[in-house]
């Protein structure tokens, strides 16, 4: 492979750089983001790649020779699109050793510039049908069914707003699930099901921070150990948030559920 000079490996190093955030941003774990960016920078032209990745940000080295290029790049929000981690996977897949910069940016572009693969309301529409099954599966009847199963679909809408206003994620999980739960409770209550705490409980699914969870333990089992607890830390900060919004809204109604 033959040597470049400062400029290019510093545009080697934007690339790489770009593709590791590109991944991050899609709720990728710390392990899978530094490997990729070792197989992406070495497929357009760095000898040798190094990479210290935490869920908000990436310290990036690419080598060449006897020149290396540092950078350091955030990002603001840790958010989900598993969509865009696999599209990242499939485009490193296509390419080969020797590919060039623009090839890659190419394939960013594409990437960044795609539509979302289903719509808000078939999103929220499956939001739904989880919390309505596992309303089902916690015992419950059709009535604690159409109560989950409605305040998924209603929260979910209204957490794509929230988000929407950059909101942080924290306050948005203690508001919808305020939201989710009073919906749930008030619909339960109005049909007259027997088990409105089922319906209460499944009303909140949609929250559950999964995807964090499961990262957090690939990067502690793989030795990313800051991310990994990072991550974790994140996770269980979240699971509280819904834990207080459930709170505040069975207190506001008076309901037990216990």
């Known amino acids: 492979m033959s040597a470049l000079t400062d400029p290019e490996l510093a545009a080697v190093c934007a690339a ?8 991050l941003d899609g709720g990728a774990s710390a392990y899978r983001v530094d490997e990729a960016m070792r197989r992406a920078g070495s497929l357009i032209g760095a000898d040798r790649v190094e990479a210290y990745v935490t869920p908000t940000g990436i310290i990036l080295s690419v080598y060449n020779g006897s020149v290396d290029h540092t950078q ?19 485009l490193l897949r296509e390419m080969h050793g020797g590919s060039s ?10 990437i960044e510039a795609s539509l979302p693969p ?9 939001c739904g ?7 089902v599966l916690r015992n419950g009847g059709p ?11 209603l929260t979910q809408f209204l957490r794509v707003r929230l988000l929407r206003a950059r909101l942080q994620i924290s306050p ?21 099901a027997p088990q409105p705490r089922i319906a209460v409980i499944a009303s909140v699914l949609l929250l559950v921070p ?49």
Request: hydrophobic share 60%; net charge positive; with cysteine.
């Open 16 to 23: 790489t750089m770009r593709f590791g955030l590109l991944m």
């Open 72 to 90: 350091i790049s955030r990002i603001r929000t840790i958010r989900v699109n598993l969509q865009r981690v696999y599209d990242a996977e499939l």
């Open 101 to 110: 910069i623009a090839a890659l940016v190419a394939g960013m572009d594409r």
């Open 118 to 126: 289903y719509p808000i309301w078939m999103v929220a529409l499956g």
């Open 129 to 135: 049908l989880g919390c309505g099954s596992f309303a």
């Open 143 to 153: 009535l604690e069914f159409a109560a989950a199963f409605c305040a998924g679909v």
């Open 172 to 192: 948005v999980t203690v508001i919808c699930a305020t939201v989710a739960s009073s919906i749930a409770l008030l619909i339960a209550r109005a049909v007259g």
């Open 210 to 258: 999964g995807v964090p969870l499961v990262t957090s333990l690939i990067d502690l089992l793989l030795g990313h150990l800051v991310a990994g607890v990072a991550r974790g830390v994140y996770a269980v900060l979240l699971l509280i948030g819904i834990g207080i919004g459930v709170v505040v809204s069975v207190t506001l109604f008076g309901f037990m559920l216990i």
